[in-house]
């Protein structure tokens, strides 16, 4: 592969020529705003648009119960409405939607809306949530619970297994809720064209499941739709949703018959969230004399927010990948996630994994403490070995674990330097394994989850045509490295088509780290079988006019199934994938032990990608992940006060600035997965799932305290100093 | 994007036609930094806003036989570049630097420092969050969060510049259409959040004046990031033959200043005097508890600058 040459899509970016969804405009477009709820818990008794309505300029409203068909991102989670329906469930839920000639005419029209509200009993935590006399969310359900889903699962003999164990480690842990804060805002513009078909321009991840969506949601064929998605300023898992932007904006374009955009302000980001989970955990974990991993009794509660989103699926990512990256034959969990009266969580960067691997990493360092090992070499001995069957049925291909560990060893001077750092300065060490891409789609069906079609112009040119979303991960710039490999011709000469569901063959979108591992063995057999077309031995542009003369148009077709592997535990869907990508990580913290405040010096990480196809971006992706992580690690919470996000801003909502942002030392570790496109694995998750407990266990050999609460802020970093220094009287 | 409201907006090249707009019930915009977010949350919709961007004499750095005059239009930059104000005032421009970040320091003035507003987490937000929880003391509401039990607004002042200037024992000079008057910085600020600042609807902030520099001082901000963060505590000291000053900022309506003889008098005078409250997404107790920790962080910062 040809790393020298620049992402095909960084000047558009870099010079701001990218298009995105609020550059769009139209003749006689019009934009709509949400007029948001104030209460966590509240009927809605009255609504009265009289005063909105009669502001020069606006041109429509919409209310919840013009469109009560419900949707969510998976069929078991089929919660939701566009708009509020009777009641509202969160502080900042949309219930009515004004639209008018221009932004400020919309912001001044909402304003005068008049909604009564006959307040409820909320939900704000999740001890409330559980509590047996709770107020039920979502009353119309079937059975009168805030829980979700309850997960439970066993593997081995859990309890004989701890019991015969030479260390037990029995700890709670707490991680925060944090939301993604993409630096685009959720936008869409819907628009009919004049043959009455609609199309929806939307920063969103999912093109193809959005276009499902939009169709059920609004009754038309699924042929009558079609979502584009242009340049889109990131994700990270808050754009996997249909949410009321997109469906509004549709509804609204088709009632009013002219296009409507709709662009959210930040603070609206911080309502409709989808972010990370916040979760109680509970672990027993034991190694046995050898140092091997004896066992795992996990239990994890999750606060959802008000709307199911992807939170089915939460509740087993909480669980399932307690088996990665280490061998362990004796695990249990039992997990849930269940509605409170906030914004949704849904899935964020690390989907579920995230949270589990503060308490196995944490309990993991304390019980290799407690046995005097070191833990860089506990993780060594306990790494899955190539091939390995996890004990719920999870297949691993290559696993370049032990590489990582011995990568970020030697690159942070673990041996030499740990324990030796001086006062208030410490190194920490933590583990973790990601899926490529979920073996198993949201809905059930025979279909290629990933498909491309390659054509070979006669000037030459080649046009890539695939249904993924880049939403400025660089997962274009990645198949079209794919595509020019397989062709042998430069990448300059590939121009990509995605993202458009009526241009494009189906992809099912930017989520579980999916899109070079499924999207890109699509465009191997796309391109593969242009290739086949062509004269052998011919320059290539002859070689394409002598295909075309001889038969036409000369166009590669390409899709990907994954490999049915792994025995389906229980008819788990979550969790089994064609591979798994392995990181390991080192982090160096400095303490200032009066105040607190904690400062990430420096953060090795080792990545088993497969291959690098882009070197550059491979390296972006960990260093976005370990950014990320330092930020739940430190610095970020999406708190909430009586239902009401405390910080709806990116003023308050802290994500650390290059300031607090530590060196990153990415390393790439090449194991060349069989499964995956030219060897390749995903990188745009794995990496953060270590950081936080790194830096938890790096704290603790700096200051011989260890923290089970994350973030871990100077408040808390603090009083544990101050414990400690007692203890030690 | 969040729209600002519409208002009219003038600019007068000269200080005579501001004083007769602010007369008439103009609000003042300087470098925009707090008024126009502020503005954009609708906690001000003025009808008319003057604009101070034309008078190029409240932007002219004066330097005086011993001590020097700064235009309250001088921006943040400008005074952290000020040879003078480095070489006489070194912990102003330091505090300079600490505002924000360097866009805002290119924009901000020093005026809007000293006139800055209070700041609170109930009270800093957009309009839909703040009718969720029911407004508050400050604005639109009957009730404090912060203090619930209180009669007061407890919103923190929140100029990073603010504790230096004191500690240097600036003077604010005020002009209005009824006449000028001078007003030491140390006397500018009441105890409650909604009328903590002495400076009349109808008066202009046209200059600081800072006299010779009779003490060294020291200026400290903590907050949780490098950059962008408001003071999560602020905290300036400065010796001098009469002994050690302190000045506590961002935990109430109004800077705090403490003496004693020593540091550890200094510190534990500071802590005494200082009940930060609510009015920061850090933990109360964490606020308080740095406050004696940055005292005498800032002492010995004197010591050894």
Redesign the interface.
């Known amino acids: 592969m040809n790393d020298d040459q620049p992402r095909i899509d960084g000047l558009a970016r870099i010079t701001g020529r990218a298009v995105y969804v609020d550059d769009l405009v139209r003749p006689r477009m019009v934009v709509a705003k949400f007029v948001?709820?104030?209460?966590p818990h509240a009927t809605i008794v009255s609504i009265d648009l009289t005063a909105a309505l009669a502001v020069p300029g606006v041109v429509g409203s919409m209310v919840g119960d013009e469109l009560p068909v419900k949707f969510g991102p998976i069929p078991v989670g089929r919660d939701e409405t566009a708009l509020a329906v009777g009641k509202v469930r969160y502080?900042?839920e949309p219930v009515v939607a004004i639209a008018a000639v221009d932004?400020?005419t919309a912001?001044r029209a909402c304003?005068l809306v008049n909604i009564v509200y006959e307040p409820l009993p909320a939900v704000l935590t999740l001890d409330d949530a559980l509590a047996e006399d709770a107020p039920l969310i979502h009353a119309e359900k079937r059975k009168a619970t805030n829980v979700l889903r309850r997960v439970h699962q066993s593997h081995g003999d859990v309890d004989k297994a701890l019991a015969g164990a030479a260390v037990v480690i029995e700890r709670a842990f707490s991680y925060p809720g944090s939301t993604h804060v993409p630096l685009e805002p959720h936008a869409a513009l819907a628009e009919v064209e004049p043959d009455g078909r609609l199309v929806v321009y939307a920063s969103t991840q999912n093109p193809h499941y959005l276009h499902k969506d939009l169709a059920v949601v609004l009754g038309l064929p699924e042929h009558r739709v079609r979502v584009v998605k242009p340049a889109v300023g990131a994700g990270y898992g808050g754009k996997c949703d249909p949410t009321s932007v997109e469906i509004c904006s549709a509804f609204l374009a088709r009632k009013l018959g002219r296009p409507v955009k709709i662009?959210l302000?930040?603070?609206e980001v911080f309502y409709q969230h989808r972010g990370r989970h916040p979760a109680v955990m509970w672990i027993r974990l034991g190694l046995n004399a050898d140092g091997s991993l004896a066992g795992i009794d996990f239990k994890a509660k999750a606060a959802g927010g008000a709307y199911a989103s992807y939170g089915v699926v939460t509740a087993y990512y909480l669980g399932v990948f307690l088996t990665l990256p280490y061998r362990v034959d004796h695990v249990r969990f039992e997990t849930l996630r269940a509605y409170t009266n906030e914004p949704p969580c849904g899935p964020k960067r690390g989907h579920g994994a995230i949270q589990p691997r503060l308490a196995v990493e944490c309990a993991l360092d304390e019980a290799a403490a407690a046995l005097g090992l070191d833990p860089a070499a506990v993780r060594r001995q306990n790494a899955v070995p190539d091939g390995h069957v996890t004990a719920n049925g999870l297949v691993v291909g290559t696993c370049g674990l032990v590489r990582c560990l011995d990568a970020v060893v030697l690159a942070s001077g673990w041996n030499e330097r740990r324990g030796k750092l001086g006062p208030n300065r410490g190194l920490g060490i933590a583990a973790s394994s990601y899926m490529c891409g979920a073996l198993h789609p949201v809905y059930d069906d025979a279909m290629p989850q990933s498909a491309a079609v390659v054509k070979l112009d006669r000037s030459g040119e080649v046009v890539l045509f695939v249904g993924t979303s880049d939403v400025g991960q660089g997962s274009s710039d990645v198949l079209a490295r794919i595509c020019a490999e397989r062709l042998g011709v430069d990448v300059g000469l590939v121009r990509v088509v995605e993202g458009d569901t009526s241009l494009c063959p189906v992809d099912l979108g930017s989520y579980s780290s999916r899109v070079t591992f499924f999207a890109g063995n699509a465009v191997i057999a796309a391109a593969d079988a242009a290739k086949k077309r062509l004269p052998e031995g011919v320059p290539w542009l002859a070689a394409i006019q002598q295909a075309e003369e001889s038969g036409g148009t000369v166009v590669g077709v390409g899709s990907y199934s994954p490999p049915k592997v792994g025995s389906r535990f229980k008819r788990q869907s979550v969790g089994p994938s064609p591979a798994y990508s392995f990181t390991a990580q080192v982090a160096e913290v400095e303490v200032d032990p009066?105040?607190?405040i904690t400062r990430v010096v420096k953060v090795w990480c080792a990545h088993d990608v497969g291959h690098a196809l882009n070197r550059g971006s491979c390296e972006g992706q960990i260093e976005g992940c370990v950014y990320m992580g330092v930020g739940e690690a430190l610095?970020e919470e999406q708190a909430y006060r009586?239902g009401?996000?405390?910080?709806?801003?990116l003023?308050?909502y802290?994500v650390?600035?290059?300031?607090?942002t530590p060196e990153i030392v990415p390393i790439l570790i090449e194991t060349f997965e069989p499964a995956g496109p030219l060897g390749a694995k995903e990188v745009g998750e794995g990496p953060q799932l270590p950081t936080v407990p790194a830096i938890a266990n790096a704290l603790y050999d700096a200051i011989g305290v260890r923290l089970y609460d994350a973030p871990f802020?100077?408040?808390r970093v603090?009083k544990a100093v101050l414990a400690a220094s007692k203890g030690a009287r | 994007m969040l729209p600002l409201p519409r208002f009219q907006l003038s600019r007068p090249t000269s200080l005579a036609d501001a004083l007769i707009a602010v007369a008439d019930g103009a609000v003042v915009i300087a470098g925009g930094t707090d008024l126009l977010p502020s503005m954009k949350h609708r906690l001000f919709e003025p009808a008319r806003v003057v604009s101070l961007a034309g008078i190029a004499s409240l932007r002219t750095i004066v330097p005086q036989e011993r001590g020097l005059v700064l235009g309250s239009g001088c921006t943040l930059r400008d005074v952290a570049r000020d040879q003078t104000v480095l070489r006489l005032f070194p912990a102003l421009a330091a505090a300079c630097r600490t505002v924000a970040t360097p866009t805002i320091q290119a924009m901000g003035t020093i005026g809007g420092q000293v006139a800055l507003d209070t700041r609170c987490v109930y009270y800093n937000q957009p309009a839909g969050w703040r009718q969720s929880v029911g407004g508050c003391l400050k604005k639109d509401g009957a009730v404090c969060h912060v203090a619930p039990k209180g009669t007061g607004c407890y919103a923190a002042h929140a100029a990073d510049t603010v504790p230096a200037l004191w500690l240097y024992d600036a003077v604010i000079q005020l002009a209005s259409t009824a006449g000028d008057r001078e007003v030491p910085l140390r006397d500018l600020y009441g105890d409650d959040g909604r009328t903590w600042l002495g400076v009349r609807p109808d008066e202009l902030i046209t200059s600081i004046a800072l006299p010779a520099p009779a003490s060294s001082v020291v200026h400290r901000k903590v907050r949780t990031r490098a950059a962008i963060d408001y003071a999560a505590l602020l905290v300036a000291v400065s010796r001098s033959d009469q002994g050690l000053r302190a000045v506590v900022s961002a935990v109430g309506p109004r800077p705090i200043e403490v003496a004693a003889a020593t540091p550890e008098a200094l510190a534990e005078a500071a802590h005494e005097a200082v009940r930060p409250l609510g009015t920061h997404l850090h933990p109360v107790p964490w606020r308080r508890a740095l406050v004696r920790i940055e005292v005498l962080r800032a002492v010995n910062g004197l010591i050894s600058p």
């Open positions: 948001r709820s104030p209460h502080v900042g932004e400020e912001h304003r662009a302000e930040r603070e009066e105040t607190g610095y009586a009401v996000v405390k910080a709806p801003s003023l308050e802290r650390p600035t290059v300031h607090e802020t100077p408040d603090r």
